[in-house]
């Protein structure tokens, strides 16, 4: 069974920046394509990023396109999320998810990813 823990949230002012991390453990992360998804108080569940099992591919959703940057070092199993320039509207739970295939045809696609971490808090101040 696969298992995602993420860290790296936390309380921080706009402008600022965080990293998340991910680690996955009990499967074989180097053919994962990874992902991470958030989602705020009152609001439905949004793609945020992924990035192919390589890492030779990744997607943004437009909302953090040019401020956040997926990455991923298949050498220690974890993904990160690297977010700079955080606006109050940054501010969700932020879940990393895996899927067990190479291909990822619909990054954007919450039920193409099997499996989820508990998430971790991201608060940006104004």
């Known amino acids: 069974q696969v298992q995602l823990v993420e860290s790296g949230g936390g309380l921080v002012q706009a402008g600022g920046s965080l990293r998340l991390s991910c680690a996955a453990s009990?499967?074989?992360?180097?053919?994962?394509?990874m992902g991470w998804f958030r989602q705020a108080p009152g609001k439905e569940r949004e793609f945020v990023a992924a990035i192919s099992w390589s890492g030779g591919s990744t997607y943004y959703a437009d909302s953090v396109k040019g401020r956040f940057t997926i990455s991923r070092d298949n050498a220690k199993d974890t993904v990160y999320l690297q977010m700079n320039s955080l606006k109050p509207e940054d501010t969700a739970v932020y879940y990393c998810v895996a899927r067990a295939h190479r291909v990822l045809r619909r990054p954007n696609i919450p039920s193409e990813y099997e499996y989820w971490g508990q998430g971790t808090q991201v608060i940006v101040s104004s």
């Open positions: 009990g499967g074989t992360f180097s053919s994962y394509c």
